[in-house]
């Protein structure tokens, strides 16, 4: 079967890397793609949130199957789009619908989700403009720091942790009444703050069957030791050494579970991968965040232990079969570094030309901010390249994607040398 995946970024190079390796795999397509991606398959010059342009991409190619990365789309709602075209109705979208990808596109609703179907999460209430002043009584009822999150996508940068009552209250005034994070902060959830340590899982769903993927902890500061400014991912590692099998067993029970069996009742049909954010407190897994999508970096970590068939299994969530296909996962253990632009998450360098990828030793090179000009690969993202190592243990998983990372050159270059040490 054809496939097309949807994005630019180490995720879908990661994809890329695992679907071009499976006999059911015919043509591959990766729009927009990168540098890395057009050594699996063929990339299209089309965006993500370009509805026509991706029919057009899908018709001519006859793709049979499309495999969303980000969220943006499908909260814009590109599988809906899929669903009332008559031409393209019968394509398969792995992704879910805009209502399921509100799970990630409003807190506001995704709250609602987690307290309709008992769901452990932070307390929480949402306010908007017009209920600002129960908005302050509620932050100083529940207890230092405080959590704001701007109810809409606002590219991972719409949650504030507040250690002052009258901090919140600024920034609350600033997210409803200046637009602080545009739209998206129009309506604000207020939480309290959970401590412990932060892990994901991820789900695949047909909608009724599932299938649990690897967890993964990502590392989302710059500066070593979690320090400095937050960034779309640093790093990953899997399995997440404190994730035991009693744990998982009650992110399965708590909140797994209820997830798909509230899906299903609300009537909410979802045909994807979800993220669950976690937070582990002292054992006990609560709720931090649904994304109906993979994570970033999370995917280079998690789809190197993935050892079945990827293109299958996604068969399995387009036909309704999930619980007849086999997923394998590697005793390994995998872990990525992210290469960075000299500068991000701030303002950062471009078109700077990487080399030493061919010293590379023992591990994938994920391209994510990168493009080709000629022969030469030249950076072009904040994040541009996700260094996957696998090995026998974490210290050797670690140990080789630093190694490896350090191989590769570009001018600015950064990556963090602690990723994952923390863990050993
Ligand atoms: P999000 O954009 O929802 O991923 O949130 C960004 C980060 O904020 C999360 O990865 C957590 O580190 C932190 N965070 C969000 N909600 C809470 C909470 N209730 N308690 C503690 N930390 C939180
Ligand atoms: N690594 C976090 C995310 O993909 O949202």
Request: glycine share 12%; hydrophobic share 40%.
């Given at each position: 079967m054809n496939i097309l995946i949807l994005g630019s970024g180490g995720r879908e190079s990661a994809f890329a890397w695992k679907l071009s390796q499976s006999p059911k795999c015919g043509q591959l397509f990766i729009a927009p793609g990168n540098a890395g991606t057009g050594q699996y398959g063929t990339n299209l010059n089309v965006k993500v949130n370009d509805f026509e342009g991706i029919k057009q991409a899908v018709l001519i190619n006859k793709v049979d199957l499309v495999l969303v990365g980000p969220e943006e789309p499908l909260v814009k709602g590109i599988h809906d789009f899929f669903l009332a075209d008559e031409q393209l109705k019968d394509v398969p979208v792995i992704g879910p619908q805009r209502e399921g990808a509100q799970l990630e596109g409003s807190k506001d609703f995704s709250k609602q989700f987690m307290v309709r179907n008992?769901?452990?999460a932070a307390a929480s209430k949402t306010f908007t403009r017009d209920t600002m002043q129960e908005g302050f009584?509620?932050?100083?009822?529940?207890g230092l720091p405080i959590v704001l999150k701007a109810d809409g996508l606002a590219a991972g940068k719409g949650v504030l942790i507040c250690l002052t009552v009258v901090e919140a209250q600024q920034e609350l005034i600033e997210m409803l009444t200046d637009a602080k994070f545009g739209e998206a902060s129009s309506k604000v959830v207020v939480e309290q703050f959970l401590q412990g340590i932060e892990l994901s899982v991820f789900v695949l769903s047909d909608g009724n069957n599932y299938k649990i993927l690897p967890s993964a902890k990502d590392y989302k500061r710059i500066g070593e030791g979690d320090t400095g400014?937050?960034?779309g991912g640093m790093g990953s590692v899997s399995p997440v050494p404190f994730a035991s099998e009693e744990f998982l067993q009650k992110v399965e029970q708590r909140i797994i579970i209820p997830?798909?069996?509230g899906l299903k009742q609300e009537g909410i049909p979802y045909k994807g991968f979800i993220f669950i954010g976690l937070m582990n407190c002292g054992g006990d897994p609560y709720m931090i965040e649904y994304n109906c999508r993979m994570g970033d970096p999370e995917t280079e970590s998690v789809i190197m232990r993935i050892e079945s068939d990827l293109v299958d299994l996604l068969q399995g969530v387009a036909e309704g079969n999930l619980d007849e296909k086999e997923?394998?996962?590697?005793g390994k253990v995998a872990a990525t570094v992210v290469m960075v632009a000299g500068g991000y998450p701030g303002e950062y360098l471009k078109d700077k030309t990487i080399?030493?990828?061919?010293?590379v030793r023992d591990s994938q090179v994920f391209h994510a901010g990168t493009y080709l000009d000629g022969e030469n690969i030249k950076t072009s993202g904040g994040r541009v390249?996700?260094?996957t190592s696998l090995q026998d243990n974490l210290f050797d998983a670690l140990q080789q994607a630093t190694a490896d990372a350090s191989r590769i050159y570009y001018d600015g270059?950064?990556?963090r040398k602690d990723i994952g040490f923390d863990l050993l």
């Amino acid at each position: 079967m054809n496939i097309l995946i949807l994005g630019s970024g180490g995720r879908e190079s990661a994809f890329a890397w695992k679907l071009s390796q499976s006999p059911k795999c015919g043509q591959l397509f990766i729009a927009p793609g990168n540098a890395g991606t057009g050594q699996y398959g063929t990339n299209l010059n089309v965006k993500v949130n370009d509805f026509e342009g991706i029919k057009q991409a899908v018709l001519i190619n006859k793709v049979d199957l499309v495999l969303v990365g980000p969220e943006e789309p499908l909260v814009k709602g590109i599988h809906d789009f899929f669903l009332a075209d008559e031409q393209l109705k019968d394509v398969p979208v792995i992704g879910p619908q805009r209502e399921g990808a509100q799970l990630e596109g409003s807190k506001d609703f995704s709250k609602q989700f987690m307290v309709r179907n008992n769901i452990p999460a932070a307390a929480s209430k949402t306010f908007t403009r017009d209920t600002m002043q129960e908005g302050f009584e509620y932050l100083a009822t529940i207890g230092l720091p405080i959590v704001l999150k701007a109810d809409g996508l606002a590219a991972g940068k719409g949650v504030l942790i507040c250690l002052t009552v009258v901090e919140a209250q600024q920034e609350l005034i600033e997210m409803l009444t200046d637009a602080k994070f545009g739209e998206a902060s129009s309506k604000v959830v207020v939480e309290q703050f959970l401590q412990g340590i932060e892990l994901s899982v991820f789900v695949l769903s047909d909608g009724n069957n599932y299938k649990i993927l690897p967890s993964a902890k990502d590392y989302k500061r710059i500066g070593e030791g979690d320090t400095g400014l937050n960034t779309g991912g640093m790093g990953s590692v899997s399995p997440v050494p404190f994730a035991s099998e009693e744990f998982l067993q009650k992110v399965e029970q708590r909140i797994i579970i209820p997830t798909i069996n509230g899906l299903k009742q609300e009537g909410i049909p979802y045909k994807g991968f979800i993220f669950i954010g976690l937070m582990n407190c002292g054992g006990d897994p609560y709720m931090i965040e649904y994304n109906c999508r993979m994570g970033d970096p999370e995917t280079e970590s998690v789809i190197m232990r993935i050892e079945s068939d990827l293109v299958d299994l996604l068969q399995g969530v387009a036909e309704g079969n999930l619980d007849e296909k086999e997923l394998i996962i590697s005793g390994k253990v995998a872990a990525t570094v992210v290469m960075v632009a000299g500068g991000y998450p701030g303002e950062y360098l471009k078109d700077k030309t990487i080399t030493g990828i061919e010293n590379v030793r023992d591990s994938q090179v994920f391209h994510a901010g990168t493009y080709l000009d000629g022969e030469n690969i030249k950076t072009s993202g904040g994040r541009v390249l996700a260094i996957t190592s696998l090995q026998d243990n974490l210290f050797d998983a670690l140990q080789q994607a630093t190694a490896d990372a350090s191989r590769i050159y570009y001018d600015g270059m950064y990556f963090r040398k602690d990723i994952g040490f923390d863990l050993l």
